[in-house]
T-cell receptor, first 114, second 116 residues
Framework: EDKVVQSPLSLVVHEGDTVTLNCSYE??????LLWYKQEKKAPTFLFML????IEKKSGRLSSILDKKELSSILNITATQTGDSAIYLC??????????????FGQGTILTVHP | GAGVSQSPRYKVTKRGQDVALRCDPI?????LYWYRQALGQGPEFLTYFNYEAQQDKSGLPNDRFSAERPEGSISTLTIQRTEQRDSAMYRCASSSRTSGRGGEQFFGPGTRLTVL
């Protein structure tokens, strides 16, 4: 059974801090790893990673995949209160009928205090 | 429409009743996914479609749950004889498939189902 585990489960920081969120995965016929940000509404897409060692960057957020270690990290620098959210990691399978199926982790709750 | 839409946004029903949840994906997206999300957890896969074909229904909890997408666009998730344990947020997502890749999934706002 596919499994994705995130750590820490929750994190409280002050504005300006840098945070690193972790994700480890066991996904059959792994194709990609995705990061989402979830506030009160639907999860919104952040990154999709398919190649090991290549950092993807969007503003203060960046992410990298390590296929050897079956893991990924999401970094947020100079955190702001608007970064407060649940960050979800998901592994995508590519085998047979499970093409595109996402297995999500339980999420990391990030709280940024002013 | 501009994004994935779902209706109703909230549904309160009594135990034993049937409910139908609707998802309208992003126009042109061929893949459609249903997830269930409990409070404090990540979404849990239920089933998915490519066009009108249901490709994988391994995540449906039992035979009270079914889904269809008859014309390859709008989908309906039906729960028969609802039970209190069915209470959750039901989310739909859609994806375009290009170059043989699954592609990022775009989520709808969800339907909050409460079974009394």
């Amino acid at each position: 059974e596919d499994k994705v585990v995130q750590s820490p489960l929750s994190l409280v920081v002050h504005e300006g801090d840098t945070v690193t969120l972790n994700c480890s995965y066991e996904v059959t016929n792994f194709r990609s790893l995705l990061w989402y940000k979830q506030e009160k509404k639907a999860p919104t897409f952040l990154f999709m990673l398919t190649s090991s060692g290549i950092e993807k960057k969007s503003g203060r957020l960046s992410s990298i995949l390590d296929k050897k270690e079956l893991s990924s990290i999401l970094n947020i620098t100079a955190t702001q209160t608007g970064d407060s959210a649940i960050y979800l990691c998901a592994g995508e399978g590519a085998g047979g009928t499970s093409y595109g199926k996402l297995t999500f982790g339980q999420g990391t709750i990030l709280t940024v205090h002013p | 429409g501009a994004g994935v839409s779902q209706s109703p946004r909230y549904k309160v029903t009594k135990r034993g009743q049937d409910v139908a949840l609707r998802c309208d994906p992003i126009s042109g997206h061929v893949s459609l996914y249903w997830y269930r999300q409990a409070l404090g957890q990540g979404p849990e896969f239920l089933t998915y479609f490519n066009y009108e074909a249901q490709q994988d229904k391994s995540g449906l909890p039992n035979d009270r749950f079914s889904a269809e997408r008859p014309e390859g666009s709008i989908s309906t998730l039906t729960i028969q004889r609802t039970e209190q344990r069915d209470s959750a947020m039901y989310r739909c997502a859609s994806s375009s498939r290009t170059s043989g890749r699954g592609g990022e999934q775009f989520f709808g706002p969800g339907t909050r189902l409460t079974v009394l």
